[in-house]
C-alpha cells in the first residue's frame, strides 16, 4: 500500500516523533510504500515551554521525511493537502495529540478527496491533559474531516465521541513497546554509566515533567519514612517544562537531597537505556492521563512500573503481575513501594513484564489501522 504519515517526526524530538518514526518503519518492514510529512514550523517559538524542539542526534530509521508543513500558514495547508492528494495513497494517518494541530490537520485532510484514500486519526490525546479554550473549539473540525478513528486507550475514544456525531468507525490497539531505545543489558553496567552506587535501588520517574504527571506525589510519597529503611533513591530523569523550584522546596523541606538524583535536562535516546536499566521500578503517579510512552519504554526493557489509577495507564499494567495500579494517593503509592521492597518483588514482576510486552508489537498496531 502507499501510506502517508502526517505529523512530527525527525528532526523534532520527543516521544511523539518517536512514536510516528517506528510506525513508519513497521510499514516499511512490511514491504509498504511510505512517506512521512512533518512541520518546517511545528510551533511558534512562545508556545514551546522547552529550550528546544529538534534533536541533534541522527535519525533512527531510513524514511522519507518531508518538512512541508507550517502549522499556522492556511495557504500551505490547501497547497500541501492537494500534493498529498495527487499521491492517491490508501492511507493518509494522521497523528493527533493537540487542539492547536487541528485547523491545520483539518484543512490538509478535507484537500485529499481521493475516493482511494483513507483518512485516518491516530488519535494520541484528544482532549489534553491541561485543555484550553481551543479544546472546544477547533477538535470538531478535525473529526469530521476523518473517515476513521485509532485510539490507544478507551478514555481517548470516548473524547472523540464527545466531538463525532456521526458514528465513524473507532478502534482500539494499545500503545506499542518502544524498542528502539535498546535492549536490557547488566544493571551494574547501567550504572556505571550514570555514575550511580550500585549498593543502592533506584526508582525511576522518567520523561518531561508537568503538574499533571505527577512528581509532586511521588516526592511526597517518597518522604515516607519506612522507605528510608531500605538503601533506595529516587531518580528523576527529564526537562521541566514548568517552575522546578514547588518540587526542590519538597526536597528540601524533608531533607532528600542525598536520596533524590535530579538529571533535570531532556535525555537523549542514545542515554535513555541507562536509565531504564538501572531502574528498579518505573514510577508514573499522574494526576490525569491517557496513555503513557514511558510504560511501554519499560516494557521495552522489562521492568516493573507503578502507575495511578487515572485514564487509561491501567488498561496496559495488570496490578499485582508487572507492578502496581494505585489511586493518585500519597499513602498508596508510598505503600507500593514499600511492598515492593519490602517483600523484594522485582524478579517476579520482571519475568511477568517480558511475557506480557508480547501483546503490544508494533505489527499489531498495523493490522488495527488496516482495519479502521
Request: glycine share 4%.
Amino acid at each position: 500500500m502507499k501510506i502517508i504519515i502526517i505529523g512530527t517526526a525527525y528532526p523534532y524530538r520527543g516521544g511523539l516523533a518517536a512514536f510516528n518514526e517506528r510506525l513508519a518503519n513497521e510499514y516499511v518492514i512490511q514491504g509498504h510504500d511510505v512517506e512521512v510529512y512533518t512541520f518546517t514550523l511545528q510551533y511558534p517559538s512562545f508556545l514551546f515551554p522547552g529550550k528546544t524542539q529538534y534533536t541533534d542526534e541522527k535519525p533512527k530509521h531510513k524514511l522519507k521525511i518531508y518538512r512541508k508543513i507550517n502549522s499556522i500558514n492556511p495557504f500551505n495547508w490547501i497547497r500541501l493537502g492537494k500534493e498529498i492528494d495527487a499521491k492517491k495513497a490508501d492511507k493518509v494517518i494522521f497523528c493527533y495529540w493537540m487542539a492547536f494541530f487541528a485547523p491545520c490537520f483539518g484543512t490538509i485532510a478535507r484537500q485529499c478527496k481521493s475516493e482511494s484514500t483513507k483518512r485516518i486519526a491516530l488519535v494520541h490525546n484528544m482532549i489534553p491533559h491541561e485543555p484550553t479554550i481551543l479544546d472546544r473549539l477547533f477538535p470538531r473540525y478535525f473529526v469530521n474531516a476523518m473517515d476513521g478513528f485509532m485510539a490507544m486507550t478507551n478514555s481517548v475514544v470516548d473524547d472523540i465521541n464527545r466531538f463525532d456525531k456521526r458514528n465513524k468507525p473507532k478502534l482500539i490497539s494499545p500503545h506499542p513497546v518502544y524498542d528502539h531505545y535498546g535492549a536490557p543489558m547488566k544493571r551494574e553496567d547501567a550504572l556505571q554509566k550514570l555514575d550511580l552506587d550500585p549498593n543502592f535501588r533506584y526508582i525511576l520517574f522518567f520523561g518531561f515533567i508537568r503538574k499533571y504527571k505527577g512528581l509532586d506525589l511521588l516526592l511526597k510519597a517518597f518522604t515516607d519514612v519506612r522507605l528510608r529503611q531500605y538503601p533506595v533513591k529516587l531518580i528523576i530523569a527529564g526537562e521541566f517544562y514548568e517552575a522546578k523550584q514547588p518540587y526542590l522546596e519538597i526536597i528540601h523541606k524533608h531533607a532528600l537531597e542525598e536520596s533524590v538524583i535530579l538529571h533535570s535536562e531532556f535525555i537523549p535516546d542514545e542515554r535513555v537505556q541507562y536509565y531504564f536499566n538501572s531502574a528498579d521500578i518505573v514510577a508514573q503517579t499522574y494526576h490525569s492521563a491517557t496513555q503513557s510512552g514511558v510504560s511501554q519504554i519499560a516494557y521495552n526493557f522489562e521492568k516493573p512500573m507503578l502507575v495511578t489509577n487515572v485514564g487509561g495507564l491501567s488498561e496496559t499494567i495488570p496490578h499485582g503481575k508487572v507492578g502496581y495500579v494505585v489511586s493518585p494517593n500519597v499513602n498508596d503509592i508510598a505503600e507500593a513501594l514499600i511492598d515492593f521492597f519490602e517483600n523484594n518483588r522485582t524478579e517476579q514482576f520482571s519475568e511477568n513484564v517480558r511475557l506480557e510486552k508480547r501483546k503490544y508489537e508494533w505489527s499489531r498496531m498495523v493490522e488495527a489501522l488496516d482495519r479502521v
